[in-house]
């Protein structure tokens, strides 16, 4: 089955830099990459998605890339914002699977102001 | 849109007795509806799928007969916690997704189970 890694476990940042996490899959039959950020106490948000047929696909600050031939994808956050602190995880999919996701380990991210 | 409500979203029991949490999708039908448990400092495990109308498919490890799932109607699912330990202290999250090609899962916002 699909396994997903994702680096680093934890990412601390001053306020204003970027960050930037990122995540290798394993099943080439997997076509969507979501990304989610879970705040304490609280449900994960899908905060940025990508299907295989694009490289790359940006939201205000937030910005997510694909490579499939080498089967990573990362998210970019810029100028980050204290409000940005959170976990982060990525999670891929195979299409017509129910929409069966399978998770990273997530990422820690702290930005200090 | 896209809103996923859970209740209760915190729940205290005693060992022995059985919780029932609800998903309910607020503006959409949920064709798919998914459970999931989180540890502390872990990331989301997959307990079960559910399609409405039909019986949950439960990942490898997880007791069907103790974690009960339903999914009667296209916008509610239930996951009952049977005969409860510490052990099954846990936060427990449920999305929905509408099916078909498209993969998005929305998710509710969990619910913290504490068993005493």
């Known amino acids: 089955g699909e396994n997903v890694e994702q680096h680093p476990s934890t990412l601390s940042v001053q306020e204003g830099d970027s960050a930037v996490i990122k995540c290798t899959y394993s099943d080439s039959a997997s076509n969507y990459f979501p990304w989610y950020k879970q705040e304490l106490g609280k449900g994960p948000q899908l905060i940025i998605d990508?299907?295989?047929?694009?490289g790359e696909k940006k939201d205000q600050r937030i910005a997510v890339t694909l490579n499939k031939t080498a089967k990573h994808f990362s998210l970019h956050i810029t100028e980050t914002q204290p409000e940005d602190s959170a976990v982060y995880f990525c999670a891929a999919s195979i299409e017509y699977s129910w929409g069966k996701l399978q998770f990273g380990a997530g990422t820690q991210v702290v930005v200090t102001p | 849109g896209a809103v996923v409500s859970q209740h209760p979203s915190w729940v205290i029991c005693k060992s022995g007795t059985s919780v029932k949490i609800e998903c309910r999708s607020l503006d959409f039908q949920a064709t798919t509806m998914f459970w999931y448990r989180q540890f502390p400092k872990q990331s989301l495990m997959l307990m079960a799928t559910?399609?409405?109308?039909?019986?949950?498919?439960?990942e490898q490890g997880v007791e069907k007969d103790k974690f009960l799932i339903n999914h009667a109607s296209l916008t509610l699912s239930t996951l009952t916690v049977t005969s409860a330990h510490p052990e099954d202290s846990s936060f427990y999250i449920c999305s929905a997704s509408e099916g078909g090609s498209y993969n998005e899962q929305f998710f509710g916002p969990g619910t913290r189970l504490t068993v005493l």
């Open positions: 559910s399609n409405e109308g039909s019986k949950a498919t439960y």
């Open positions: 990508i299907r295989s047929n694009v």
